[in-house]
């Protein structure tokens, strides 16, 4: 299929940028999107030309690296499929292909479609985490878990941490990654001792690295990849309701259930 | 160049007893004063990072990724081995350890394998008080299963995302050290060299990624925890960015490499679809629990899969294997594969696979169980070759995907450089010549965890060290060597891709060193791999400057070292005229096409010493030791 490839090109984070346009006269159905990158790169490397910079690693949808807004959609056209997991069959011959990086002031633009994302360790490292000793924990069966509670918990772990919600933002708010990773955790009992204090210092941090607001827009759920869904947001606002006004602080020293 | 396995004396349950007793200890208050370079950033690296941040040591942790997070052993798919004997099915230490030495085909150090099996269970512990989301049963408690090879359920699993999942434990608890101060992390910055200052490893050589910046680090001592190298075939499961550069360049600074030949080439990848493919897709293993494999009966039956009556299909594992079946090890599958392919049994439009068909069980637990166990692996099937695995089988061929041989170590996981440390996949210990599923990620979080934490104390408090600063002549030296590399790469100008040289050199190893190997082929390889590293250096196309981020300058320097790896795997895989694990030399298999091995002459590791760039590596054998798994041929039927 011929394809019309407008790709935004910028030489570094304070270099001006612009579209450019590529002609692709040969992509076949069957390459994966970034084999169709791959192929016009090694093009533009003969034509003495530079090749355009974008993230990937593990091309199997998991390692949350690749990540560029196709069409105006982050990751592209195919719900709940990362950039490297995309055909070319899902697009037609003829197609006007625009590609661009991940648009938000928390991400700067390294180089082309490259951005810096390093403002989501940031937020794991206000209190994404459960806070034990290696070697200290009970035996993994002394405390059982809900399987309705583990699955869940899943559910929200399952984020990739590749930042197409906060490129879908109209806000450019990272509440959906913010959200998983605060129900991943809460919903668990090991998760439960610190579970007031983390959601307060996560959305402080959050905030801090200059993400927006949530409006409930719902865009990040569209368009991430891996399904993770809005309603992580709402029990992240319970929990921020409950430790803001003090409930949940005492809930939090009893280390209660995951309710 | 001396071997010492510096393996504790006595019986092997008390082994690791013995050795925490007589490693020296470290003052908590002084612990402070020692600097700790960990290199790499996945199972291993993080949950040695973190562990040894915690311990109270200053730790400096790097990684290429844009973050720690990306590792690639995000992308293990089946699940961790332990055992905890959860289902009662008759599991222990012992049978761990003696399952792991047997599935690696007796080419594992003992000690070091039941140390794993005893860790195992306290790393299932660690990982769930961090909140990792292992499968559960209705009752609360952990859900396991069998996983390739293993008559008993001990594996834990996290749907099909157990990788990502337990690096995520391990990053979240990194990220808590790095909040705290005590382990500063390096993301976008590659290792380009190590340090060694009288015989110590005491640094590294970097390149930032962004600004293109080569400059050092200094510590008391460097734990590379950099992965596999099977992206030496170009085409492989690995994530793109994986590469031997961090254990090249240790090796050619005098740490020995142990059998690099032996490299694992997994059963259940999703076929080549075309001529620019990048990488192929493993699907678990753990599909083998209820896929039936087969080949149409006829060589050359091209009708579609489900037009095949029963009759006409060839469940060969099966077949060959009657107590294993599908479950056989990879190493067995792969080759029978192979073997099908090649004798014109192959399905798809290019003959290059073999079915995998849930048709059975589909009909015996219905839809909805089949999609709870493996439905996002039925989904990335579909996503990639656009057919739906629920209604025709799957299509599989074998592809590299993990790679056993690696820096030799000690007992303590120390190479042959003092004070540089090599954990996870990138070390030879544990897996022998094969390794069985759901283990590399109990060796990563073994290492990290619970063995590097114990033993790199024993160094540090044994140890004189001179100070050392960025004026030290060998950091000098490595930095300007680092540099000179990077202005020839691009400085050649020549008109090939770095790709094609990779897909080049990628095809000779797959066809000469891959799941099947002869000496005519091997030495035709040692010719034709020299020719293309000569190519390379006279007509890459490099574009771009150094100061910059530039991702072909990245991928051309591992390139660059995988052309000179690639010979040293082809020379050991020569040199071992036996078949074992997943290294098969053609001319060593018995009368029924089973590997055969040579315990008189091959029960020994190969550790290769660099001599130099013109002379030829030296070979050091430590001898292999069977006391408690009694040498036997590997069976499986």
Redesign the interface.
Known sequence: MRLTLHVWRQA?PAAPGRFERYEMPDA?E???F??ML??LN?R???Q????I?F???????????CGMVINGRPHGP?KQ?TAC?L?M?SFRDGDQIWLEPWRSRAFPV??DL?V???A??RI???G??????????????A?????RH??R??DA??C??CGACVAACPNASAMLFTAAKIA??GY?P??QPERFGRVLAMVQRMDAEGFGSCTNHGSCEAACPKGVSLDFIARLNRDLIRATFGKGMEAESAAGGAA | MELHSRVPDGPIEQKWDKARFDLKLINPSNKRKFEIIVVGSGLAGA?AA??LG?LGYRVKCFTY????????S??AQGGINAS?N?QNDGDSVFRLFYDTVKGGDFRAREANVYRLAQVSA?I????????V??????????ANRSFGGAQVSRTFY??G?TG??LL?GA???L??Q??LGAVT?Y?RTEMLDVIVVNGQARGIVVRDL?TGAIGSHFGHAVALCTGGYANVFFLSTN???CNVTATWRAYKRGAAFANPCFTQIHPTCIPQ??A????L??MSESLRNDGRIWVPARAGDSRPANDIPEAERDYYLERFYPSYGNLAPRDVSSRRAKEMVDGGHGVGAEKNGVYLDFRDSLQRLGKPVIAERYGNLFD?YK??T?EDPYTVPMRIYPAPHYTMGGLWVDYNLMSTIPGLYVLGEANFSDHGANRLGASALMQGLADG??VL?YTIGDYLASTRFASVAADVPEAQTAEREAADRTKRLLAVNG?R?V??FHRELGRVLWHECGMGRTEAGLKRALVEIPRIREEYWRDV?V??NAA??N??LEKAGRVADFLEFGELMCLDALDRNESCGGHFREESQTADGEAKRDDERYAHVSAWEYTGPTSAPRLHKEPLVFEYVKLATRSYK
């Open positions: 570094g076949d069957h390459m994966s970034l084999e791959d192929v090694g533009l490397i003969e003495g030309k530079e090749p910079a993230e990937h690693d593990c091309r199997e949808g998991i390692c949350g690296t195919v499929v997991q055909h069959r390294l180089k490259v810096d994302r390093s989501l360790d794991i490292q206000a994404g985490y459960i806070s034990i000793r290696t070697g200290a924990t009970p035996d993994a069966n405390v059982p878990v809900p399987k583990a699955d918990a899943m772990a399952a990739i941490g991943h955790l668990l090991q998760g | 949950s973190a562990t915690e990724h844009d973050s720690p997070r990306r590792a690639h995000i992308s905890k959860y306290n299932i512990d660690q990982c769930v008080g961090q909140g989301p292992f499968a559960r049963e209705y009752g609360g408690l952990l996290a749907r995302q990502q999942q995520l990053y979240q608890a990220e808590r790095i909040a992390m993301p962004v994530a793109k960015a679809a075309g620019y493919q990048s990488k897709t493993l990335m996503q990639i656009g965890y619970f934490p008109k891709t790709d094609t196309r574009p771009g910059d981020l991702q072909e």
